[in-house]
């Protein structure tokens, strides 16, 4: 057929889906207490939460736009590419660094 398409993320969270751009926002919140050292040292549990329902959350919802949008039937047959498995993959390894953090962090010394 030789049809190609391509969307992009700004497309995809524009679409219509308003839980999309909770994703930047909770990476956002994830980065700005990694960086506090007062917060890492005094409080990870806090980095440690955000960490892990942060990444769980970001890898439903890219799975389940993932998921909405492969099983519908098309025109245009629609394809993954590598960059989505390695962006779900960052979020599934930051859920399992947000529980090693925080076993290291709260163990008695």
Do not use: H, N
């Amino acid at each position: 057929m030789g049809l190609r398409d391509s969307v992009s993320g700004y497309d995809l969270a524009r679409s219509g889906d308003s839980l999309l751009w909770l994703l930047p926002f909770l990476m956002l919140v994830i980065i700005s207490l990694g960086i506090l050292r007062s917060v890492r040292d005094k409080m990870p549990i806090f980095l440690a939460l955000s960490m892990t329902v942060g990444g769980s959350v970001s890898a439903y919802l890219m799975y389940r736009e993932r998921s909405s949008t492969s099983g519908s039937p098309k025109l245009v047959a629609t394809q993954w590419t590598v960059f989505f498995w390695l962006g779900f993959l960052a979020c599934i390894c930051l859920v399992a660094a947000g529980i090693v953090f925080y076993s290291k962090r709260s163990r008695a010394p």
